[in-house]
Nanobody, 123 residues
């Protein structure tokens, strides 16, 4: 079992920055990749980016060059640095863990999920 707890969500103006964190605990050794997803009401959960155990990263086209995923203090803290935020980045952001090594950026490959943290970007 893996437990995930997100933090850092807030309301910001367009062009601003936020840093989300995800505290990871439990059976960390089985994790092959970790990712960030986001969701707005009425829409499917979409992948933002992921980082594999070997530190390879993958990002959605919509956030490339603006968002950065990293592991801080080893594998137990996942971060998402978000710069140049846009109103369309608004949503609930979820941290997730997959047993697969470097899966595609799709929620179907991620078994463990946090409760989410709200990000609101105003124009």
């Amino acid at each position: 079992q893996v437990q995930l707890v997100e933090s850092g969500g807030d309301s910001v103006q367009a062009g601003g920055s936020l840093r989300l964190s995800c505290r990871v605990s439990g059976y960390i050794a089985k994790i092959g990749a970790m990712g960030w997803f986001r969701q707005v009401p009425g829409k499917e959960r979409e992948g933002v980016g992921l980082i594999c155990r070997g530190l390879k990263t993958t990002y959605a086209d919509s956030v490339k060059g603006r968002f950065t995923i990293s592991l801080d203090n080893g594998p137990d803290t996942l971060s998402l640095q978000m710069n140049s935020l846009k109103p369309e980045d608004t949503g609930t952001y979820f941290c997730a863990a997959s047993d697969d090594y470097c899966p595609a950026l799709s929620s179907v490959y991620f078994r463990s999920w946090g409760q989410g943290t709200q990000v609101t970007v105003s124009s």
